[in-house]
C-alpha cells in the first residue's frame, strides 16, 4: 500500500515566480492537511479538506498562498509571486475519517522542500 | 495565543534508561493529545492518542500521561535503545480534527 507521496521532491524557484506542489493522499482517505515546517521545528498548519471542501484555511499565511482539492483526492498548494521567506519544507498529510469524532491519524508525506532564491 | 513548549534541547540518555521528555501548553483546551516520532529528512510518524478524559496510555515500551490540570504531557521510553533516537513532537488536537505541533524534542541514545 502506498504512503502519501508529494511532488516535487525538491522546487528552486526565482523570487516572483509561481510553484504548484502536489500531494497525493493514501487511498481512500477523507480528510488532506497542508503543513509547513522550518528546519528544527514542528509542522506549522496551513490547510485542510475534507473530500473537496476546503475547512479551514486560517493557517495560510497570505493570499498568495491557495489550495485546491477538486475531486477529493489529489491535491495542490499554490504559492504565487514567491518570496525567499517562502523557503521552507511543505508536507501534506492525510486522515482516514473526516475527523468529526476526533483523534484522527494523520500520516505524513516526505514532503517538498522549497527554496526561492 | 496558544502556545505549546517541547524542550528544544537535546535529550542524550544512556541505552536502557528511560527517557521522559515534556509537552506543556497553554491557552489551549484539546480534545486530545498525539505525539509524533520524526527522523531525519523525513515526514512525522505517529506514535500514540491520549484524550482529554484519559490519563494514561502504553504502547509496549511507550508510555504518555495527560494532565489537563497542569496543562502537561509526559511522553516515556523505557528501556531506551540507540534505535529511539529521533526527534518527538507533541501535537494538540480539538474537535476539527486541526493539529497543533510543539517544536519536537531530539532524543540521543547513547550505545
Known amino acids: 500500500g502506498a504512503g502519501v507521496s508529494q511532488s516535487p521532491r525538491y522546487k528552486v524557484t526565482k523570487r516572483g515566480q509561481d510553484v504548484a506542489l502536489r500531494c497525493d493522499p493514501i487511498s481512500g482517505h477523507v480528510s488532506l492537511y497542508w503543513y509547513r515546517q522550518a528546519l528544527g521545528q514542528g509542522p506549522e498548519f496551513l490547510t485542510y479538506f475534507n473530500y473537496e471542501a476546503q475547512q479551514d484555511k486560517s493557517g495560510l499565511p497570505n493570499d498568495r498562498f491557495s489550495a485546491e482539492r477538486p475531486e477529493g483526492s489529489i491535491s495542490t498548494l499554490t504559492i504565487q509571486r514567491t518570496e525567499q521567506r517562502d523557503s521552507a519544507m511543505y508536507r501534506c498529510?492525510?486522515?482516514?475519517?473526516?475527523?468529526?469524532?476526533?483523534?484522527?491519524?494523520?500520516?505524513f508525506g516526505p514532503g517538498t522542500r522549497l527554496l526561492v532564491l | 495565543s496558544q502556545k505549546i513548549e517541547q524542550n528544544s534541547e537535546a535529550l542524550n540518555i544512556q541505552e536502557g534508561k528511560t527517557a521522559t521528555l515534556t509537552c506543556n501548553y497553554t491557552n489551549y483546551s484539546p480534545a486530545y493529545l498525539q505525539w509524533y516520532r520524526q527522523d531525519p529528512g523525513r515526514g512525522p510518524v505517529f506514535l500514540l492518542l491520549?484524550?482529554?478524559?484519559?490519563k494514561e496510555k502504553r504502547k509496549e515500551r511507550l508510555k504518555v500521561t495527560f494532565d489537563t490540570t497542569l496543562k502537561q504531557s509526559l511522553f516515556h521510553i523505557t528501556a531506551s535503545q540507540p534505535a529511539d533516537s529521533a526527534t518527538y513532537l507533541c501535537a494538540l488536537g480539538n474537535a476539527g480534527n486541526m493539529l497543533t505541533f510543539g517544536g519536537g524534542t531530539r532524543l540521543m541514545v547513547k550505545p
Open positions: 498529510a492525510s486522515s482516514l475519517g473526516s475527523g468529526r469524532a476526533g483523534a484522527e491519524t494523520q500520516y
Open positions: 491520549i484524550r482529554e478524559n484519559e
